[in-house]
């Protein structure tokens, strides 16, 4: 992460983690500067208004480290959590994995068996999505393309504790404060992003 260096250039400084925020909380306890320095940090991770995904309550990426997610969000780090509220929404189906094979290349049929092997986990323990969810590449593309998401503007904090350990929510002791430091990503223009993703992706794999 260059964000000294960039921000020292005057540079607009984006990050976008796709795991748990251990190494950005890591550097913003070094240098709380780094908060105010850094444009935007988009991040796969949470959710708000829907369950979780290893617990009732929380997201894997931050259940993995609540801690850190709650220091990122109580610096004044300015986020986009991209979580499962919309990421359980664009998935890709076993009609994707076929049209990979029909390219007739080896980097087709690789990518169709492998994400055939996902799917067929998200069949056995998210049925009701039909697909596997594209969770990081949306997260990535919001950061590259923000009209892709429209926000919920809030503050974050995450529970510490007890069985909701983990969970993302809108932090009650902020809620009437005038500042704001999060945007939670809640509705997603799927039809857009998975044209845009399905026809890098084809690209690629027809090298």
């Given at each position: 992460?260059?964000?000294?260096?960039?921000?020292?250039?005057?540079?607009?400084?984006?990050?976008?983690?796709?795991?748990?925020?251990?190494?950005?909380?890591?550097?913003?306890?070094r240098d709380p500067s780094l908060a105010r320095t850094t444009n935007q940090v988009t991040?796969?991770?949470?959710?708000?208004?829907?369950?979780?995904?290893?617990?009732?309550?929380?997201?894997?990426?931050?259940?993995?480290?609540?801690?850190?997610?709650?220091?990122?969000?109580?610096?004044?780090?300015?986020?986009?959590?991209?979580?499962?509220?919309?990421?359980?929404?664009?998935?890709?189906?076993?009609?994707?994995?076929?049209?990979?094979?029909?390219?007739?290349?080896?980097?087709?049929?690789?990518?169709?068996?492998?994400?055939?092997?996902?799917?067929?986990?998200?069949?056995?323990?998210?049925?009701?999505?039909?697909?596997?969810?594209?969770?990081?590449?949306?997260?990535?593309?919001?950061?590259?393309?923000?009209?892709?998401?429209?926000?919920?503007?809030?503050?974050?904090?995450?529970?510490?504790?007890?069985?909701?350990?983990?969970?993302?929510?809108?932090?009650?002791?902020?809620?009437?404060?005038?500042?704001?430091?999060?945007?939670?990503?809640?509705?997603?223009?799927?039809?857009?992003?998975?044209?845009?993703?399905?026809?890098?992706?084809?690209?690629?794999?027809?090298?």
């Open positions: 992460m260059r964000t000294k260096t960039s921000a020292a250039q005057g540079l607009p400084v984006r990050y976008a983690p796709t795991g748990p925020l251990t190494n950005l909380a890591m550097a913003l306890v991040f796969m991770g949470g959710a708000l208004a829907v369950p979780g995904n290893v617990s009732p309550f929380a997201e894997a990426n931050t259940h993995n480290d609540p801690e850190a997610a709650d220091v990122v969000f109580g610096l004044g780090t300015p986020v986009r959590m991209v979580g499962l509220d919309v990421t359980h929404q664009a998935v890709l189906t076993r009609e994707d994995t076929a049209r990979w094979r029909a390219l007739g290349t080896d980097a087709g049929w690789f990518f169709a068996d492998m994400t055939d092997h996902y799917i067929e986990i998200y069949e056995k323990n998210s049925p009701h999505l039909g697909g596997c969810a594209l969770h990081d590449p949306l997260a990535v593309a919001a950061a590259i393309d923000p009209t892709l998401v429209r926000c919920l503007r809030t503050n974050l904090s995450v529970d510490l504790e007890g069985p909701a350990r983990g969970r993302t929510l809108c932090d009650p002791k902020r809620l009437r404060d005038k500042k704001k430091d999060a945007d939670v990503a809640l509705v997603v223009d799927v039809p857009r992003f998975l044209k845009e993703f399905r026809t890098r992706l084809s690209h690629a794999l027809l090298a």
